[in-house]
Structures are given as C-alpha cells and as structure tokens.
C-alpha cells in the first residue's frame, strides 16, 4: 500500500527565508501524483502544487516549488521568501490513479516568525 | 467560479443519533470524495461518486453512506453516531483534466464540517 511520510511534525521559521518541507513516499506504481495543500487553522484544505510521476521538470507555482526527485521518492515543497500567512499546517498526499483516493502524510506544522 | 460548498459547517449531535453532511461541487466538476480528518488517524479516505455511481470505498464501518445526485451534489450520512466519529469531515470535488499529455486530477476541497458528537 502507498504510504507518505513527513518527518517534520513541526517547523519555525523567520519570516522572508526560505523553508523546505519534507515529504517522502512509499510506491511501486508507475503512474501517480503527488500534491501538496496547505491547512490554515480555519480547516480547510488549498491546493497548492501539483506533481505527476513523469513530469521531467520540477512543479512550480508562484512563491512554491516542488523539489521531486524520484529515484529516492521524495518531493520536497519549498517556500521562498516565506510570509506570516504561510503559517499553517501542510500535507504532503499522493493520488492513488483511477481511484481518485488521496492518501496524506501527518503534515507539518509550519510556524512563520515576524 | 464558485468553490466547493459544504453545509453546515459546524453540527453538534449525541451518541446514537444519525447526520447528514452536504457537499456541493465546483461547477462542471463529476467527482466527489469525501475525507475524515481527526487528531488521531490523520485525514481518511471515505468514499468518492462520478456521475451518481460510489466508483471507490475507503476502510469505514457500514454506519457511513453517502449518495450523489445528479447535478453532482454529495451528501454523506452517519448513522448510529459514536464518540469517535467526532471530526473534521472534507469533501473535494475534481475534474480530470490533461497537462502535458497526461491526465492530471487536482481534488479541490471546501471549507469542511466540523461534527462534535457527545
């Protein structure tokens, strides 16, 4: 079965510095997705970066990058120049393909710092 | 275009009774899963609907159901509610779309219902 995991359970980091989110994944498909959202303590869940498994460049959106490096099955989120609203839980799910069932890490609790 | 609505957002109900969340999609969007969110288990897989049909089940008791209708609107029912059924219930709604040749499938989620059951 597929299985996310991130190490991080919690994160503090100044605001304006960059900060990497670790995530790693469990798989022997050949096919699949991975996503990161983001959590504020509303509840819910924002999309941010999308990655597929044979996508050759690294996703990127905005101020949010997606370091993939798939041989060691991982894919990082980096935040640059982070900002006090990036405060927030982050979850780190793969896309199980054709079952349309998210499987997610525990999440990290990222804390920006003025 | 509006996001994904669920109503209501915050339900407070007692052991036993039963409960009905509902889910209404991006418009456009056929697929709805729903997830459970608690403190303990992480967020889980409850089930998904495409065109009114349950195409995937997560690993929860027969007390959950849900239903989709044909505008593409979900509801999910609890029945026979327990304590630990207390939590944050998401629903995302996705449309299959392809990026670089290939099918990409962003679940985007709303704003969630917390239930407390007591």
């Known amino acids: 079965a597929q299985k996310i995991t991130q190490t991080q359970p919690g994160m503090f980091v100044q605001e304006k510095e960059a900060v990497t989110l670790d995530c790693t994944y469990d798989?022997?498909?050949?096919?699949?997705?991975l996503f990161w959202y983001k959590q504020p303590s509303s509840g819910e869940m924002i999309f941010l970066i999308y990655q597929g498994s044979y996508d050759e460049q690294n996703a990127t959106e905005g101020r949010y990058s997606l370091n993939f490096q798939k041989a060691r099955k991982s894919a990082n989120l980096v935040i640059s120049a982070s900002q006090l609203g990036d405060s927030a839980m982050y979850f780190c799910?793969?896309?199980?393909?054709?079952?349309?069932?998210?499987?997610f890490g525990q999440g990290t609790r990222l804390t920006i710092n003025p | 275009k509006a996001g994904v609505t669920q109503t209501p957002r915050y339900l407070i109900k007692t052991r036993g009774q039963q409960v009905t969340l509902s889910c209404s999609p991006i418009s456009g969007h056929r697929s709805v899963s729903w997830y459970q969110q608690t403190p303990g288990q992480g967020l889980q897989f409850l089930f998904e609907?495409?065109?009114?049909?349950?195409?995937n089940k997560g690993n929860f008791p027969g007390r959950f159901s849900g239903r989709q209708f044909s505008n593409s609107r979900s509801e999910m029912n609890v029945s026979t509610l327990e304590l630990g059924d207390s939590a944050l219930y998401l629903c995302a709604s996705s449309l299959p779309r392809l990026a670089g040749g290939r099918r990409q499938e962003t679940q985007y989620f709303g704003p969630g219902t917390r239930l407390l059951v007591l």
């Open positions: 799910a793969y896309l199980i393909q054709g079952a349309q069932k998210l499987v």
């Open positions: 609907y495409f065109s009114e049909t349950q195409r």
């Open positions: 798989t022997s498909d050949q096919s699949y997705g």
